[in-house]
């Protein structure tokens, strides 16, 4: 006899975990089904975020610029280091004892909350009394009824045609955080927040990195002063950007990978990398979901069709994050989540899409929020600007890490802010003053007289905005 639940949640990533434990604590009976295994087969809950995504790759991130600055930055501040190596192997499963320590709190947080977990693959089998019949396909085949169905069943890598993902020469996210050992010349396709990250990476560990990127700007989405500024820090650091490329033939041998393309000149070139991860965004996992067979509608791009309120076209059947329309972010998944499980409470819950932060987690960070400049110009916003550069701020000068700035736009009659964009040390951090700020219309001037503490990179945050002004006081 199948169990019964208020709510069923398909997927437990960030979206489908945070979810499903809001539903329980609204006082439904929750179950969540998520498929992921650890290597020993048991279950992983997190998704692609904690299994091969955000968790991993900010282990990755923070091993390999502890390396990089006992090889580089260390000697500057008296700290002698003899005889430096290199321990992939102890580094590859400190990230791996990471992401095991994540899979485990969430089955700790589910056992707290009483969500009952299944280990399995879950898919519709059908309309049935009250809900919807729910397939689960694991260890053992079994069926649960929900009265409420949540989607959060992510992304996948898009792969490039006749180049599909070996997680050996040809990588995904996936792969590309499992390099056994530091590829000489490492090849990236697409300069995006993968791209970056994990060609940061294996350049700090070694690599000869070539990021191959098709558009003709560098981080075309992101502020444009503050894309030309870490684009000139990528490139002193060592990462060969090459923008406007034509990708061509994709040749895998036994050792080593062939990309044929034409450089923004239009000449022919041929390169031959031991490595070759390709990062060229991600497409909505709806396989085995059984959507046609539900009456499930998808729209074009194959995403779950939703409405403002992750509503889908089926009564009392959900979706959020990744699968649906929006920043494939997993904070964004989250606030859906909760929205979602408020909202079957008949409560009112509220994402705004306005103030959903977004972050490159390479050295210097990349972070920012709202509006950049190039869209309020094309927008026609009146609008005035403030920057503050990291060089004039106590603090990070402190920590030897001076790269960067901060930029407010604010409304050039009301001075609420529009946008912040920064580019420097713990930028993933700064950021969150500016979304508050945005969600309260707070305006530049409220930032600009607010105390910051001394010595802190958040000064940096309140110079931005005094300059907004003209009244910068330290630069």
């Known amino acids: 006899m199948s169990k019964k639940f208020d709510v069923v949640v398909i997927g437990g990533g960030p979206g489908g975990y945070i979810a499903a434990i809001r539903a329980a604590q609204l006082g439904f009976s929750t179950a969540c089904i998520d498929e992921w295994n650890n290597d020993k087969g048991g279950p992983a ?20 610029e502890h390396y990089e600055h006992a090889g580089h930055a260390f000697a500057e501040h008296g700290i002698e280091v003899k005889g430096l190596g290199l321990n992939l192997g102890q580094m590859l499963s400190r990230k791996d004892t990471v992401v095991k320590q994540n899979n485990d709190g969430i089955l700790y947080l589910f056992k707290k909350n009483k969500v009952t977990f299944f280990h399995g693959r879950g898919s519709f089998a059908k309309a049935a009394a009250g809900g919807y019949e729910i397939k689960v ?3 053992a085949e079994e069926t649960v009824i929900g009265k409420q169905i ?3 069943t992510g992304s996948n890598a898009r792969a490039l045609p006749g180049a599909a993902f070996d997680e050996k020469l040809i990588l995904s996210n996936s792969g590309a955080l499992a390099i056994d050992g530091v590829p ?9 927040v993968i791209g970056l990250e994990m060609g ?31 684009h000139k820090l990528f490139t002193k650091q060592g990462l060969s950007i090459q923008l406007g490329i034509k990708i ?9 990978v062939t990309v044929e393309y034409v450089d923004d000149k239009g000449n022919a070139q041929k390169t031959v990398f031991d ?9 909505p996992n709806t396989t085995g979901l059984n959507a046609e067979g539900i009456g499930l509608k998808l729209d074009e791009r ?3 069709a939703v409405d403002g309120d992750c509503k889908t076209n089926l009564p009392d059947v959900w979706a959020i994050g990744d699968v649906v329309r929006g920043p494939m972010l997993a904070h964004k998944a989250e606030e859906e989540g909760v929205a979602v499980a408020e909202r079957i409470a008949g409560q009112h819950g509220h994402v705004n899409f306005n103030t959903i932060p977004w972050v490159i987690y390479t050295s210097p960070e990349i972070a920012w929020v709202g509006k950049t400049e190039q869209q309020l110009k094309a927008e026609g916003v009146a609008y005035k600007v403030g920057t503050f550069p990291f060089l004039a701020n106590g603090r990070a000068r402190a920590l030897g890490n001076t790269a960067g700035m901060v930029k407010f736009v604010a409304d050039a009659r009301s001075d609420e802010i529009l946008g912040v964009h920064i580019v420097g040390p713990m930028a993933s951090e700064l950021i969150s003053e500016a979304v508050v700020a945005m969600e309260f219309r707070a305006s530049a001037e409220d930032i600009a007289r607010i105390c910051h503490a001394h010595p802190s990179l958040s000064e940096a945050t309140k110079e931005a905005a005094l300059a907004v002004d003209k009244r910068s006081l330290n630069f």
């Open 184 to 192: 000489k010349k490492l090849g990236v396709i697409g300069a995006g």
């Open 302 to 304: 194959g995403f779950v």
């Open 248 to 256: 061509g033939a994709i040749t895998a041998n036994s050792k080593d």
């Open 45 to 64: 809950p997190g998704g692609t975020c904690t299994n091969v995504g955000c968790i991993p790759s900010k282990a990755l991130l923070q091993s390999s």
């Open 200 to 230: 940061s990476v294996w350049r700090r560990l070694g690599a000869e990195v070539t990021v191959l990127e098709a558009l003709p700007v560098f981080l075309g989405a992101i502020d444009e002063q503050i894309a030309k500024e870490a």
């Open 150 to 152: 949540i989607i959060a």
């Open 137 to 139: 396909t694991g260890a």
């Open 275 to 283: 490595k070759l991860i390709v990062s060229i965004g991600r497409i």
